[in-house]
């Protein structure tokens, strides 16, 4: 009887992993088309990453080709959201991070500023009451 | 009653930030499928949305989609379960047991008659009652009591949705689905062997953030999630548009990840969610895994033919009409896909 050892075992190279599925041309095409449109008529697009057939290591090229710029934000609500401004200005990668670190949902915003990053009026105006009444507290 | 505060109020009592509203928002929105211009119409419905009483009761099942429902990976499913909607009867997940439950169940009932929301998972069957039963009453009882007040029913799950493995052939406990024995409510389907846990959660996002069923195909299931065949959606589509397939498990093609259709894959005439929304937390899906789609949200498909042998020789026969199709072009692809479900339907009905 053969042993364990007869068996030949031939290793392999892994198949490539910059093999194209075709889902990173369109998507940064239609990034370009919400731009331009932002520029036109201020229009902001959201494009929702879920819904994307995305193949093994493509999102990831996305992330390259969008690559990092300047601002990223970290949103502490909720779990951690990570908000990144791409290497094209008003273009945005956000995360939506659960308490476990988990991935709850992911987008591409292009607008000027992410509307979440924003402080709202009815934020301000609470906010500007807790300074009063600490103020006052203090004297 | 506590049943009855809005989201909104749920959220508010608990420290939810506007950002943190806003966040979950945009994750919901992104989990009902819905574009990501509807997120502040999400949120406007939300803040008064009232919190669901759900009654979930299993039947013959195997407890695949409870396990895969509590494995939902967004944390909206903790507050789902326990802040957004009140599950009032879960065999498996509640504390309470024999009289203790079933009190539980009628209370429930009673109290949101005509309002709360039906989840059955498993298949019912009707030949002898003792196949399947729960506090020595039978599932057909079961089910006819907590429908006849339920707003709406979602069958969960294969077997619920069309009879699932209990109804394969030669079907020994008399299985049929929901549907085959309630005709007067309104039914979502959400099959998959098991559905997939962010559609369990999508469908009862949607009715709890707009009170009303989401858009349904002609099998009952929401057009959301079961809109589009696997195939249209599989990120190895552009293989079989070029005729690039795997012949065996171990070949080239196989290794090189190309298209898994001669192998059987039966993702051209299955419709769901897998190929965009994933498994295990997004890692992946069965094609994705190597392995062909066995088709496990259509109706029958446990008796469709072999795992293994193409879509075109359980339809046609060896004349391989799809595959053809497949090696001919993209634009014959979907045409092509929808002809042989349909042929594949007949083909069906005439053998039996």
């Known amino acids: 009887m053969s042993g364990i050892d007869d068996i030949g075992v031939r290793i392999e190279p892994p198949v490539p992993d910059d093999h194209s ?13 919400a731009l331009d449109r932002l520029l036109e008529t201020g229009e902001p697009t959201t494009i929702d990453l879920r819904s994307m057939p995305f193949g093994p290591g493509e999102e990831e090229r996305l992330e390259e080709a969008l690559g990092t710029g300047e601002i990223t934000v970290t949103l502490d ?8 401004e791409c290497a094209f200005p008003g273009v945005w990668l956000v995360t939506h991070y659960n308490s476990h670190e988990e991935i709850m949902a992911r987008m591409i915003e292009v607008t000027e500023v992410p509307e979440i990053v924003r402080a709202e009026r009815r934020e301000l105006r609470s906010g500007a009451e807790r300074l009063r009444q600490d103020l006052t507290g203090r004297h | 009653m506590a049943t009855r505060q809005t989201l909104g109020e749920i959220l508010e009592q608990q420290g939810v930030s506007r950002r943190g509203f806003m966040k979950f928002c945009a994750t919901i929105t992104s989990m009902m499928a819905l574009p990501p211009s509807m997120v502040s119409a999400v949120a406007q419905s939300l803040e008064n949305a009232k919190r ?9 099942e195997c407890t695949g989609c409870t396990e895969s429902f509590t494995r939902s990976h967004s944390p909206t499913v903790e507050s789902l379960i326990f802040n957004s909607i009140s599950l009032d009867y879960h065999h498996t997940l509640q504390a309470a047991a024999g009289h203790a439950a079933e009190e539980a169940k009628h209370e429930a009932m009673e109290a949101n008659k005509g309002e709360y929301l039906l989840l059955v998972d498993g298949s019912i ?3 002898n009652a003792g196949y399947s039963c729960i506090a020595g009453i039978s599932n057909e009882e079961h089910l006819m009591n907590a429908a006849e007040h339920a707003a709406a029913i979602v069958s969960i799950g294969t077997c619920a949705a069309y009879g699932g493995i209990p109804k394969a052939r030669p079907n020994p406990t008399g299985a049929v689905a929901v549907r085959d024995l309630i005709k007067d409510k309104p039914i979502i389907n959400v099959p998959g062997c098991p559905p997939i846990p962010m559609v369990i959660t999508g469908v009862l996002t949607h009715f709890l953030t707009f009170g009303s069923l989401p858009e349904l195909d002609h099998e009952g299931r929401p057009v959301a999630f079961f809109g589009q065949t696997i195939h249209d959606r599989c990120y ?3 293989f079989y548009d070029r005729g690039l397939f795997a012949e065996t498990f171990d070949d080239e093609g196989a290794k090189k990840g190309w298209c898994l259709y001669k192998l059987g894959c039966k993702a051209p005439t299955t419709y769901n969610a897998c190929a965009t929304v994933k498994w295990n937390q997004g890692t992946s899906f069965p094609i994705e895994s190597g392995h062909p789609c066995l088709g496990c949200s259509e109706p029958d498909f446990w008796d469709k033919g072999g795992f293994y042998e193409p879509l075109s020789a359980t339809a046609f026969g060896p004349s391989s009409a799809l595959l053809a199709a497949g090696a001919a072009g993209a634009a014959l692809g979907a045409a092509s896909a929808y002809a042989a479900r349909r042929k594949q339907k007949k083909a069906q009905e005439a053998s039996e």
């Open chain 1, 21 to 33: 599925y075709g889902n990173v041309q369109p998507i940064l095409h239609e990034v370009l088309h």
């Open chain 1, 77 to 84: 609500a909720m779990g951690e959201s990570r908000i990144v």
């Open chain 2, 52 to 60: 669901p009483s759900v009654i979930w009761l299993p039947f013959q």
């Open chain 2, 125 to 127: 069957p009707l030949g």
């Open chain 2, 236 to 238: 190895r589509r552009t």
